[in-house]
C-alpha cells in the first residue's frame, strides 16, 4: 500500500467522527472508507479497480470518495489543519529564511482535469489542457498555510491572487516588514515581494535579488511536486463533476500538512516532481506597484 495509507488513520477517523460526517450503513467501518477515500487519492486506479478492491459497486465507491474529500476539506479549517501563522510564528519562520523578512511562498498549480462541456475555453490553459489551478502558500517546511482552488486554467495568477482571501490576509494581519515570496507573475506589494524584471539591463544588486528569491521561494514547487507525487490522482482528474474537484483537491492538501504535522515525514528528493513554474511576466502589474513596495524591494536588493 502507497505511503500515504500507513499515515495516521485512527487520528483522522477520530477527526471526521467530531466534524459529525455519518454515511449510509454498509458492510465498510469508517476507516475501511478513508482508507478507500486515500487509496483513491494516492493512485491513478479506476473507480472500477477500486470498487473491486474493497467489494463495493462502482457507484458506492465513486460517492464515498466525495463524500470524505468534502469531510476531510471541512476539517481544513475546524482542526486548523491548514491555518494561517500568527505574528509571532511569522517572526519564528522568517529567522530561518535566508530572504530577508520572507515567512512563505506562494504559487499556482495547475492540475489536469477531463476537458468540461461547457465554458470549455475557461479550462484551457496556456499548454493546451485542461486544467484548474490551486493557489498555494506554504512554509520553509512545505506545510500549506492558505489554499484556494477550483479556478479555471486560463485564469492569470495576478488575478487569482486578487479575487482571492490571501491579498486581503496579507493586507490586514501581516506587519509590513514581513512579507511573502512570489514569481513575476503576481504584483509587487508591500507584503509581496517579486523579482525584478529583467529587461537585459538588471543591476548587479538586482540580479542577485532575484537569485536569492528564486532559491528561497523554492519551497512552493517543492511542496507541489511533493503532494502531486504522494497524491497521484491529481496528475490526472478524471471526474466529470466539476463542483467536487475543489474539495478533492483541498482533501489532498489537509493529508498533505497532516502527514507532515504527525508523522514528521522527511520529504527526499524521490518524493518530489518539480512541475515548470507557471512564470508569465504580467508588465501592467508589474509597472502599478506602489512606491512603498519599490522602495521596500530596493532596500532589500541593497542589503543582500
Not at 484548474?132 to 498555510?145: A, D, S, T, Y
Amino acid at each position: 500500500m502507497s505511503v500515504v495509507c500507513v499515515l495516521g488513520i485512527t487520528a483522522v477517523c477520530s477527526a471526521a467522527r467530531v466534524a459529525h460526517f455519518h454515511l449510509q450503513s454498509t458492510g465498510l467501518s469508517p476507516e475501511a472508507k478513508l482508507l478507500l477515500t486515500i487509496w483513491s487519492l494516492a493512485n491513478q486506479e479506476t473507480f472500477r479497480q477500486i470498487a473491486n478492491r474493497f467489494g463495493i459497486t462502482r457507484g458506492y465507491a465513486h460517492y464515498l470518495l466525495k463524500q470524505y474529500c468534502h469531510t476531510l476539506s471541512a476539517l481544513a479549517q475546524s482542526k486548523g489543519i491548514i491555518r494561517w501563522p500568527s505574528s509571532s510564528e511569522i517572526i519564528d519562520l522568517t529567522k530561518t529564511n535566508s530572504f530577508p523578512g520572507a515567512f512563505a511562498a506562494v504559487d499556482g498549480c495547475h492540475i489536469a482535469i477531463q476537458t468540461p462541456l461547457q465554458h470549455t475555453d475557461s479550462y484551457i490553459n496556456r499548454k493546451s489542457f485542461a486544467s484548474v489551478i490551486l493557489q498555494g502558500v506554504c512554509k520553509p517546511n512545505l506545510e500549506f498555510i492558505d489554499i484556494s482552488t477550483g479556478w479555471p486554467g486560463s485564469m492569470h495568477d495576478a488575478r487569482i491572487y486578487r479575487l482571492s482571501s490571501l491579498r486581503q490576509m496579507l493586507t490586514s494581519s501581516v506587519d509590513e516588514n514581513f512579507h511573502v515570496l512570489g514569481n513575476s507573475a503576481y504584483p509587487l506589494e508591500k507584503c509581496l515581494m517579486v523579482p525584478y524584471r529583467d529587461d537585459g539591463h538588471l543591476t548587479e544588486k538586482q540580479k542577485k535579488f532575484n537569485y536569492v528569491l528564486s532559491v528561497s521561494r523554492c519551497s512552493i514547487e517543492r511542496a507541489f511536486g511533493y503532494l502531486k507525487g504522494k497524491f497521484q490522482r491529481l496528475k490526472y482528474l478524471d471526474i466529470d463533476d466539476l463542483g467536487a474537484v475543489p474539495s478533492l483537491i483541498t482533501a489532498c492538501c489537509v493529508l498533505h500538512n497532516f502527514i507532515l504535522q504527525t508523522e514528521r515525514d522527511t520529504v527526499t528528493q524521490d518524493d518530489v516532481e518539480i512541475t515548470e513554474s507557471n512564470i508569465v511576466t504580467c508588465a501592467e502589474v508589474q509597472s502599478s506597484a506602489d512606491s512603498v513596495a519599490l522602495r521596500k524591494r530596493n532596500d532589500i536588493a541593497s542589503r543582500l
